[in-house]
């Protein structure tokens, strides 16, 4: 079956990075998109980021964007989240997420993923 299983969130100071990764198997991982939404205590579930199946197309949420970088690796069925200059309002539970398809032209939103993996905590404090 589909597997995602999260690894790399940790407890950073204001300023600091951090990498996120995830671990995909029971599916063709170089065939669909993947990303990352996110959901801190007692808010609703925000999209953060989604990659193209080849890697090639990205698409970030304003609140990260410039400072956050997605990737993947197809060859090892690996998908990456790069934070940089980390800051309190990016505490959340962070989740890889599955797309049920491969590109993302004429896309707008990101919320329709048909896989969750189970999270893992991200801490941004002094």
């Known amino acids: 079956e589909v597997q995602l299983v999260e690894s790399g969130g940790d407890l950073v100071q204001p300023g600091g990075s951090l990498r996120l990764s995830c671990a995909a198997s029971?599916?063709?991982?170089?065939?669909?998109?993947m990303g990352w939404v996110r959901q801190a205590t007692g808010k609703d579930l925000e999209w953060v980021s989604t990659?193209?199946?080849?890697?090639?197309?990205?698409r970030y949420a304003d609140a990260v964007k410039g400072r956050f970088t997605i990737s993947r690796d197809n060859g090892k069925s690996t998908l990456y989240l790069q934070m940089d200059t980390l800051k309190p309002e990016d505490t959340a539970t962070y989740y890889c997420?599955?797309?049920?398809?491969?590109?993302?032209?004429?896309?707008?939103?990101?919320?329709?993923?048909?896989?969750w993996g189970q999270g893992t905590q991200v801490t941004v404090s002094s």
């Open positions: 990659v193209s199946s080849g890697g090639g197309m990205t």
């Open positions: 029971g599916f063709r991982f170089a065939a669909y998109a």
């Open positions: 997420v599955k797309y049920p398809w491969a590109g993302l032209a004429s896309r707008t939103t990101f919320l329709d993923s048909d896989y």
